[in-house]
C-alpha cells in the first residue's frame, strides 16, 4: 500500500515541479550547447556551407573526416578536455537544480515560486554536490569491482566457451544495477533529508539515506525498482522510434530536434518522479516514527 501511494504522491509532486523541470531541461541544453555549438562551427568551416549534409547523410564518412586535415587532428585532441568540461558543469548545474526540486517536492510546499526555488538551490548547493560525488565514486567503484574486472578476468581465461563471458556481463551487470539502485536510493534518501533540515550537514544525511533505505527497504526498494523499469521502457522505445528516423530536409531535422527535447524534459520528469516518491516516502515513514513514539510516550506516562 505505501508502494502505491509513494508512487501517486510522487507523480503529484511531479506536476507541481513542472517549471523545476523546465529549468533542468534548459540548463541541460545550455550545457550540451557549449560543445555542440563550437563543434558545428568548426565542421562548417571545414566542409563549406552545407556540404557536410551533403557528404555526411547516409552515415559517417571515414575519407570525408579525414580531408579536414590537421583540423580533425586539433578536434580530436580537444575532444577528451571538452567533454571533460562538460561531466564537470553537468555535475555542478545537476547538484544546483536539484536543491530545488528536492525543496519543491516537500509536502509542506504549496506551490512553486522561483525566489524559492533559487533559494533552496543555493542552501542546498555544497551538501547535494558532495552527496552526488560520494555516491557517484562509490557507484563506480562498484562497477569496475562487479562488472569490469569479472568480464575481463574471463574473457582473457580463454576458457573456450563463447558463452562464459556472455553470462558473465549478464550476471554482473544485474548485481551491478541492484547494487547501484540501493546507493541511488540512499543519495535520494540522503538529498530529501537534507531538503528538509535548516542546517546542511551532507554526511548526517549520507548518514540517514543508509539508515532509511535498509531500515524501510522493502517498501523502499520496489518504488525506485518500478520507476527504473519505467525509464528503461521509455529510453528504449525512444531509441526504437527516434534511431529509425533519418530527416534528410530542415523541416525534418528541426522537427526532430524539438521531438528530441521533448522526449528529453520527459526523462528528466521520470527522474523527478522518483525524487517525489522517494521524499513521500520518507514523509510516509516520518509521521508513523512520529505517531509511535507518541503512543510509546502516553504508555510511559500511563
Given at each position: 500500500?505505501?508502494?502505491?501511494?509513494?508512487?501517486?504522491?510522487?507523480?503529484?509532486?511531479?506536476?507541481?515541479?513542472?517549471?523545476?523541470i523546465?529549468?533542468?531541461?534548459?540548463?541541460?541544453?545550455?550545457?550540451?550547447?557549449?560543445?555542440?555549438?563550437?563543434?558545428?562551427?568548426?565542421?562548417?568551416?571545414?566542409?563549406g556551407?552545407?556540404?557536410?549534409?551533403?557528404?555526411?547523410?547516409?552515415?559517417?564518412?571515414?575519407?570525408?573526416?579525414?580531408?579536414?586535415?590537421?583540423g580533425?587532428?586539433?578536434?580530436?585532441?580537444?575532444?577528451?578536455?571538452?567533454?571533460?568540461?562538460?561531466?564537470?558543469?553537468?555535475?555542478v548545474?545537476?547538484?544546483?537544480?536539484?536543491?530545488?526540486?528536492?525543496?519543491?517536492?516537500?509536502?509542506?510546499?504549496?506551490?512553486?515560486?522561483?525566489?524559492d526555488?533559487?533559494r533552496?538551490?543555493?542552501?542546498n548547493?555544497?551538501?547535494?554536490?558532495?552527496?552526488?560525488?560520494i555516491?557517484?565514486?562509490?557507484i563506480?567503484?562498484?562497477?569496475?569491482?562487479?562488472?569490469v574486472?569479472?568480464?575481463?578476468?574471463?574473457?582473457?581465461?580463454?576458457?573456450?566457451s563463447?558463452?562464459?563471458?556472455f553470462?558473465?556481463?549478464?550476471?554482473?551487470?544485474?548485481?551491478?544495477?541492484?547494487?547501484?539502485?540501493?546507493?541511488?536510493?540512499?543519495?535520494?534518501?540522503?538529498?530529501?533529508?537534507?531538503?528538509?533540515?535548516?542546517?546542511?550537514?551532507?554526511?548526517?544525511?549520507?548518514?540517514?539515506?543508509f539508515t532509511r533505505?535498509f531500515?524501510?527497504f522493502?517498501?523502499?526498494?520496489?518504488?525506485?525498482?518500478?520507476?527504473?523499469?519505467?525509464?528503461?521502457?521509455?529510453?528504449?522505445?525512444?531509441?526504437?522510434?527516434?534511431?529509425?528516423w533519418?530527416?534528410?530536409t530542415?523541416?525534418?531535422?528541426?522537427?526532430?530536434?524539438?521531438?528530441?527535447?521533448l522526449?528529453?524534459?520527459?526523462?528528466?520528469?521520470?527522474?523527478?518522479?522518483?525524487?517525489?516518491?522517494?521524499?513521500?516516502?520518507?514523509e510516509?515513514?516520518?509521521?508513523?516514527?512520529?505517531?509511535?513514539?507518541?503512543?510509546n510516550?502516553?504508555?510511559?506516562?500511563?
Open positions: 500500500m505505501k508502494i502505491f501511494k509513494a508512487l501517486a504522491s510522487g507523480f503529484c509532486r511531479t506536476l507541481k515541479a513542472w517549471k523545476g523546465v529549468l533542468i531541461w534548459f540548463g541541460s541544453l545550455l550545457t550540451v550547447s557549449l560543445i555542440v555549438i563550437p563543434m558545428k562551427g568548426f565542421l562548417k568551416s571545414g566542409f556551407g552545407s556540404m557536410i549534409t551533403e557528404r555526411l547523410k547516409d552515415g559517417i564518412d571515414i575519407e570525408v573526416l579525414g580531408d579536414l586535415g590537421a580533425f587532428r586539433n578536434l580530436m585532441s580537444s575532444l577528451p578536455s571538452g567533454l571533460l568540461f562538460l561531466v564537470l558543469i553537468s555535475i548545474l545537476y547538484a544546483f537544480l536539484t536543491g530545488g526540486i528536492f525543496d519543491v517536492q516537500k509536502g509542506s510546499s504549496l506551490k512553486f515560486s522561483g525566489s526555488f533559487f533552496a538551490c543555493a542552501k548547493f555544497w551538501p547535494f554536490l558532495v552527496i552526488s560525488i555516491v557517484s565514486t562509490i563506480m567503484v562498484l562497477f569496475v569491482l562487479i562488472f574486472l569479472p568480464v575481463s578476468f574471463v574473457a582473457q581465461s580463454g576458457s573456450g563463447e558463452k562464459a563471458p553470462m558473465t556481463a549478464v550476471i554482473s551487470g544485474t548485481i551491478f544495477l541492484a547494487l547501484s539502485l540501493i546507493f541511488v536510493l540512499v543519495a535520494d534518501y540522503a538529498r530529501a533529508w537534507q531538503a528538509a533540515s535548516d542546517k546542511p550537514d551532507c554526511f548526517k544525511a549520507i548518514g540517514f539515506g533505505t531500515g524501510t522493502l517498501s523502499s526498494f520496489p518504488v525506485i525498482l518500478i520507476i527504473t523499469a519505467v525509464q528503461i521502457c521509455f529510453t528504449w522505445a525512444v531509441f526504437s522510434f527516434v534511431g529509425r533519418t530527416p534528410d530542415g523541416g525534418g531535422v528541426f522537427l526532430l530536434f524539438l521531438l528530441s527535447q522526449l528529453f524534459y520527459i526523462k528528466s520528469a521520470l527522474k523527478v518522479w522518483r525524487y517525489g516518491s522517494v521524499t513521500a516516502l520518507k510516509i515513514r516520518d509521521i508513523e516514527y512520529q505517531e509511535k513514539n507518541v503512543v510516550t502516553q504508555n510511559l506516562q500511563g
